[in-house]
């Protein structure tokens, strides 16, 4: 909830391509940032259905200086990849782009990067950003290049996906584990109970909350403020979807809290 009211996506259509395993990635990029040159060596290409409904469905092409788990690239929209780079500490671009389309327009989103304000993004698009832009047999490969040269990567590398586990809706979805979990996040958030809130939370978004709370904290209260009571809260539960170790609750709002399993508790990431 945290992170959607403070960061933007740019979104662009892309067609879907066979998921596929093979040889691992190669990528040879950099990214100019605030001057600096950053050498892009791993790569990761996710498959998107766009089930939560912040995405397109399609490919998202992640480029790093270090690697980026399929688990964080592979949520419900590209926040929990851009939070994995950032407290990694890394430089990390996601790209879109739409191969069956023979179109050559693309966009990038810098989500981490020296200099990059935490939990903001850095844009770039253009109508001649690909060639050789081809996606067959489980893989995509090809050059981009945007911002003038600011960005320039050759890639070739399979296409993964985050298989669907469980996907419950309405009563079944608010009963769930992840949904209970969640609840009990959000009753102790909206009480500024940071203690027992970061009981359900991971790290990293315990470390938000006192970092906003500490830094800003009109922000934090009027936030916490905006969080329905308990059970108007679980009656607009529509929808979890499950991958594996990872949950997405989503509400009648389309407000989406994606979860993460940690020594079998679900926690808000």
């Given amino acids: 909830m945290l992170r959607q009211m403070y960061a933007a996506l740019a979104l662009a259509s892309v067609s879907c391509v066979a998921v596929g395993a093979g040889p691992a990635g190669t ?84 989500l981490a990067a020296p200099g990059l304000e935490p939990g903001m993004f850095s844009s770039m698009s253009s109508n001649q950003a690909y060639s050789d832009l081809r996606a067959a047999g489980g893989r995509i490969s090809g050059a981009a290049d945007l911002g003038s ?15 669907i586990t469980q996907d419950l809706k309405d009563p079944a979805a608010a009963d769930s584990a992840p949904a209970k979990a969640y609840l009990v996040y959000a009753a102790a958030l909206r009480k500024g109970d940071l203690n027992e809130a970061g009981r359900h939370a991971t790290a990293s978004r315990k470390k938000e909350l006192s970092d906003l709370k500490a830094q800003a904290a009109e922000i934090f209260d009027s936030i916490r403020k ?36 940690e020594g079998g508790e679900w926690k808000v990431d």
């Fill in 226 to 261: 905006q969080i329905p009571e308990g059970g108007p809260l679980a009656r607009s539960i529509r929808r979890v979807i499950v991958r594996g170790d990872t949950a997405s609750v989503v509400l009648a709002d389309k407000n989406v809290n994606e979860l993460v399993r």
């Fill in 27 to 110: 990528v040879d990029g950099s990214l100019v940032v605030n001057g600096r040159t950053v050498h892009l060596d791993h790569i990761l290409v996710v498959q998107s259905g766009n089930e939560e409904g912040l995405d397109e469905p399609g490919l998202r092409i992640y480029l790093s200086s270090a690697e980026i788990p399929l688990a964080a690239g592979g949520g419900a929209s590209t926040l929990r990849a851009q939070t994995w780079a950032r407290h990694a500490n890394m430089t990390a671009v996601v790209l879109r782009a739409d191969p069956a389309a023979g179109s050559r327009a693309g966009t990038a989103n810098v």
């Fill in 149 to 163: 040269g600011a960005l320039k990567v050759r890639f070739d590398a399979p296409v993964q996906a985050v298989a």
